[in-house]
């Protein structure tokens, strides 16, 4: 079956789990919807004439020998900091640190032990730290136990 033969089989299938909960929507479509395409693109390009979705240029791992980009996962190397065999974005056999795209030494694909290379690709990034202030408000209002209100302020973007 193909993915899209499967939306269209599941489509009704939702639609009538959601009536049977009672839930109704303005509008019932599904990804590959047009509406659903203009929608999303209003969207990312609203947050990017603010600013809030960018580009930047990022080392990716390539497998040349393969003929394809290599998910974290499947790169292995050593540890730029302390020289311990180190995956893609972690040196989890010595000293826990992050690895950025690119940091790793020696890096080799796992898929066929060759060795990986890290050419520069556009990606977009999106700034979650441009709506700080409005999430820290947001959270302290949701209530919920201390613990978790304070993994998301203490943690990645919102806290730095
Ligand atoms: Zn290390
Ligand atoms: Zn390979």
């Given at each position: 079956m193909t993915p899209e033969a499967l939306t269209i089989k599941n489509h009704p299938h939702f639609n009538e789990i959601s009536q049977g909960m009672e839930i109704d929507f303005d509008f019932f479509g599904d990804t590959d919807d047009p509406a659903c395409h203009n929608r999303t693109k209003e969207m990312v390009e609203a947050l990017m004439e603010n600013g809030y979705v960018y580009p930047r240029e990022i080392d990716l791992a390539y497998c040349p020998k393969c003929e394809r980009f290599l998910p974290d996962r499947y790169v292995e190397g050593e540890c730029p900091y302390c020289g311990k065999p180190a995956r893609g974005d972690e040196c989890d056999m010595g000293c826990g640190r992050h690895l950025e795209p690119?940091?790793?030494?020696n890096a080799i694909c796992k898929v066929c032990g060759g060795r990986a290379e890290y050419p520069q690709q556009t990606h977009y990034f999106f700034r979650l730290s441009g709506f700080r202030n409005f999430l820290l408000e947001h959270l302290q209002a949701l209530g919920g136990t201390a613990s978790a209100r304070n993994f998301a302020t203490e943690v990645g973007p919102l806290g730095t």
């Amino acid at each position: 079956m193909t993915p899209e033969a499967l939306t269209i089989k599941n489509h009704p299938h939702f639609n009538e789990i959601s009536q049977g909960m009672e839930i109704d929507f303005d509008f019932f479509g599904d990804t590959d919807d047009p509406a659903c395409h203009n929608r999303t693109k209003e969207m990312v390009e609203a947050l990017m004439e603010n600013g809030y979705v960018y580009p930047r240029e990022i080392d990716l791992a390539y497998c040349p020998k393969c003929e394809r980009f290599l998910p974290d996962r499947y790169v292995e190397g050593e540890c730029p900091y302390c020289g311990k065999p180190a995956r893609g974005d972690e040196c989890d056999m010595g000293c826990g640190r992050h690895l950025e795209p690119g940091e790793i030494k020696n890096a080799i694909c796992k898929v066929c032990g060759g060795r990986a290379e890290y050419p520069q690709q556009t990606h977009y990034f999106f700034r979650l730290s441009g709506f700080r202030n409005f999430l820290l408000e947001h959270l302290q209002a949701l209530g919920g136990t201390a613990s978790a209100r304070n993994f998301a302020t203490e943690v990645g973007p919102l806290g730095t």
